[in-house]
Nanobody, 127 residues
Framework: QVQLVESGGGLVQAGGSLRLSCAAS????????MGWFRQAPGKEREFVAA????????YYADSVKGRFTISRDNAKNTKYLQMNSLKPEDTAVYYC????????????????????WGQGTQVTVSS
């Protein structure tokens, strides 16, 4: 059974940092792109960042560019989201997901491009 488990969320003051992890089990995801999305209260889930299967290409939403860094460790079947200079508007539940196509990255900003999702981890940034 494929499972993605996020961790690392919590409460942090504005300007602080958090590092989210997403551990995959049930199969290897080394040939699949991975993405991070978030959903704030009362809002639609939105794209945050994506990384291709090899880690050579990374993509970010404009709102997090320069502050967040996505990375992956294929040997550990784990990916990460380093979040620096956090703002109150970053408060949301953060989800990791795997792209549905091996070696693919098309549609990386869209939820339909991903077929496995974690349960989410809460990030709260206080002002």
């Amino acid at each position: 059974q494929v499972q993605l488990v996020e961790s690392g969320g919590g409460l942090v003051q504005a300007g602080g940092s958090l590092r989210l992890s997403c551990a995959a089990s049930g199969r290897t995801f080394s040939t699949y792109a991975m993405g991070w999305f978030r959903q704030a209260p009362g809002k639609e889930r939105e794209f945050v960042a994506a990384i291709n299967w090899s880690g050579s290409s990374r993509y970010y939403a404009d709102s997090v560019k320069g502050r967040f860094t996505i990375s992956r460790d294929n040997a550990k079947n784990t990916k990460y989201l380093q979040m620096n200079s956090l703002k109150p508007e970053d408060t949301a539940v953060y989800y990791c997901a795997t792209h549905r196509t091996p070696y693919g990255i098309s549609g990386y900003k869209e939820e339909y491009a991903y077929n496995y999702w974690g349960q989410g981890t809460q990030v709260t940034v206080s002002s």
